[in-house]
């Protein structure tokens, strides 16, 4: 029997699009390079500090200046994407990432190094804003969520694959071995340049140019029947300002379509409903980072070695653990998100996260005062960080990259996640660049309470401030925040009515 879903032209059937999926699937590829460029750099670490015998400042910029880059290759990718569309942005970050990769692999000093990190870093600023996006775009909204996380899972089998590499590329020489870590990620980017070519472009920016007939064919390809597809094009094209019953092939456009004014609509002149959406995007992804995944993903190897972890054989094969847990309980949470929801999934997440870095923060501040080796606290420490990439992993992860995509405005779409993203890799940068000088300030312990305490006001401000938006169209979103906002209004008054 086929289970049918209600649409808002009545039936039609229920289930995830193996079209739409492959897109989805395609599209993310982006995000595993960029997920392996993350992974075998906490590796690569190791050997590239004794080999060019730099300082652990010079680590801590080469592992942060990615997120500076970045952040300004989200901005620029934000306007490309509404310029050139979904698909050929993708294929701008594999070929930014190409070019990163070799001179990384190249690099015969620490300044060539540096500059093959920089372009990598513009590269991901472009695939972490586009891939949830164009995912987000030719998915139903039964399924969103399932294919909209699929980024973030790339980006979780990425890290793996980096750790693995790190693993096997270690038993090469002290030069030439980093530099095949670091340069191999040449590869898949060619391939998905190529690749992304045979993938659609998004429906709703072809609707947003004007392109009625082939967001129609492109609709029809990613819908589960015919109906369906009409029932999210009359959606889209009202979104966007079109007769819903226009079926010309092409339609000339009033408004501006290659996103000129969208930042005055998203920050100088918003309205009251888009506030919330912007300030809802920032905040989840400066959560994302500011609870410590950085720190855990990046320099697992240094936190394993001062709980009492010492041979690089052990560290390697430790953060290959935490790289396998991420992607199990990531994977399980690509198949929970449209099931349990976005809001359930992040509070048990974070409330997980909460625990676990209290505990973390309680064992590395026991191993820091004790003068022997404490097995019961080395004990408490590994279980706490697995403990800890698993809780992430079942939500805030997967969850920030969803909610962000879903729910801003279409025309302000591209340009709204660029200002998320770019959140996002200002703080993942800042911890990336700060978290040894923290630690050694106010010790590895204090740095994992510190998280802790981030994690306590992200659980408040996702509990009180982030509507459900499981299962309601795109097109919808502005509506359900201007509910939120009004429901949260109407309660303050009922208040001072008591009062």
């Known amino acids: 029997m086929v289970s049918m879903e209600k649409g808002s032209g009545g039936d039609y059937p229920k289930g995830v699009n193996k079209y739409a999926c492959a897109c989805a699937v395609v599209g993310s590829m982006i995000s595993i390079i960029f997920g392996y460029d993350t992974g075998v750099m906490s590796g690569a670490m190791i050997f590239i500090k004794e080999d060019l015998k730099i300082s652990d400042t010079q680590v801590e910029i080469l592992a942060g200046i990615l997120n500076i880059c970045a952040l300004v290759g989200s901005l620029c990718a934000g306007r490309t994407s509404d310029i050139v569309g979904r698909r050929y ?26 500059t093959g990190r920089c372009i990598a870093g513009f590269g991901v600023g472009f695939a972490l804003m586009i891939a949830p996006v164009y995912s987000a775009e030719i998915s139903s909204p039964t399924n969103r969520g399932l294919l909209t996380s699929l980024p973030e899972l790339g980006i979780s089998f990425g890290i793996l694959l980096g750790y693995v590499s790190n693993y096997v590329f270690s038993k090469l020489t002290l030069t030439l071995g980093w530099r095949i870590m670091l340069g191999i990620a040449a590869l898949p980017s060619v391939l998905l340049a190529f690749g992304i070519l045979k993938m659609p472009e998004s ?18 390809l990613v819908s589960n029947s015919d109906e369906e597809a009409e029932d999210r094009l009359k959606a889209i094209k009202k979104a966007a300002g079109i007769d819903e019953n ?26 009251p409903a888009v506030r919330r ?12 980072h500011a609870c410590g995944i950085e720190a855990v993903v990046l320099y697992s190897p240094r936190i394993f070695k001062k709980a009492g972890v010492t041979t690089h054989k052990k560290l390697l094969l430790a953060t290959v653990g935490v ?3 991420k992607i199990v309980f990531i994977t399980v949470a690509t198949f929970l998100i449209d099931r349990v929801g976005r809001r359930k999934l992040l509070l048990t997440s974070v409330g997980g996260m909460i625990v676990a870095l209290s505990a973390l923060g309680f064992g590395l501040t026991m191993v820091h005062h004790a003068h022997k080796q404490l097995l019961w606290a080395l004990t408490l420490c590994i279980i706490s960080i697995y403990t800890y990439v698993v809780f992430f992993s079942i939500g805030l992860g997967p969850v920030t990259w969803v909610y962000s995509s879903e729910i ?6 591209a340009q709204g996640v660029s200002i998320g993203v770019a959140v996002n890799r200002l703080t993942n940068a800042v911890i990336s660049m700060t978290f040894l000088s923290l630690y050694k300030a106010i010790t590895i312990g204090g740095a994992f309470f510190l998280f802790a305490s981030l994690a306590v006001v992200a659980w408040l401000v996702f509990f009180f401030f982030f509507p459900e938006t499981k299962g309601r169209p795109l097109e919808e979103m502005e509506a359900i925040f201007s509910r939120s906002a009004r429901s949260k209004n ?10």
């Open 246 to 271: 226009c079926n010309d092939e092409i339609v000339k456009m009033s408004k501006k379509t290659h996103g000129e004014g969208v930042w005055k609509e998203l920050i100088l002149r918003p309205t």
């Open 408 to 413: 801003f405005p279409l025309k302000l779409r």
């Open 277 to 288: 959406i912007l300030l809802a995007a920032i905040a989840i992804h400066f959560f994302e």
């Open 89 to 114: 942005t993708i294929v701008v970050a594999s070929i930014i990432f190409l070019i990163g990769s070799i001179l990384m692999g190249y690099a015969p000093t620490y300044a060539i190094l540096m």
């Open 490 to 499: 109407g309660g303050v008054e009922m208040q001072r009515g008591n009062n």
């Open 323 to 325: 790289g396998i847990t």
């Open 203 to 220: 429906p709703r920016w072809l609707v947003l140019q004007g392109r009625l007939g082939e967001a129609r064919r492109i609709m029809h």
